[in-house]
């Protein structure tokens, strides 16, 4: 054997050591990802979940926005039967907000109710 086959002999035997060796990474990286995708529970949601978790959403938002302006309204049209401007429209927007954010809070809590 002269000196080009030799060295042509330990290049190939490198080159094939590489390989293995990338073999080996790539099915140690395909094993942990396949460990990864088992241990979490996660599952999508169904389209009856998310219209449902939608539904939720447009219902607290309307809650909030409509007791402040429907109290807002009671409280204009108190002022103009008492003759107390601002006090009732300012207490009118005050409960409505209350009002409005508890409902918020109460609607949206039930959205991930059954999340578990």
């Known amino acids: 054997m002269n000196e080009e086959q030799i060295i042509n002999d330990e290049a190939k035997s490198k080159v094939e050591e590489a390989r293995q060796a990338g073999d080996e990474v790539k099915q140690a990286t395909d094993e942990s990802e396949e460990l990864l995708l088992f241990q979490t529970n996660f599952k999508p949601d169904t389209p009856a979940e998310t219209i449902r978790k939608s539904g939720m959403a447009y219902s607290a938002a309307l809650a909030?926005?409509?007791?402040?302006?429907?109290?807002?309204?009671?409280?204009?049209?108190?002022?103009?039967?008492?003759?107390?401007?601002?006090?009732?429209?300012?207490?009118?927007?005050?409960?409505?907000?209350?009002?409005?954010f508890y409902q918020f809070f109460r609607i949206t809590s039930q959205i991930h109710k059954n999340d578990s």
Not at 78 to 90: A, I, M, N, R
Request: net charge neutral.
């Open 64 to 100: 909030l926005v409509g007791s402040v302006v429907f109290l807002l309204i009671i409280g204009w049209i108190l002022d103009s039967l008492f003759g107390t401007k601002p006090w009732c429209l300012v207490g009118g927007i005050v409960v409505g907000s209350a009002l409005g």
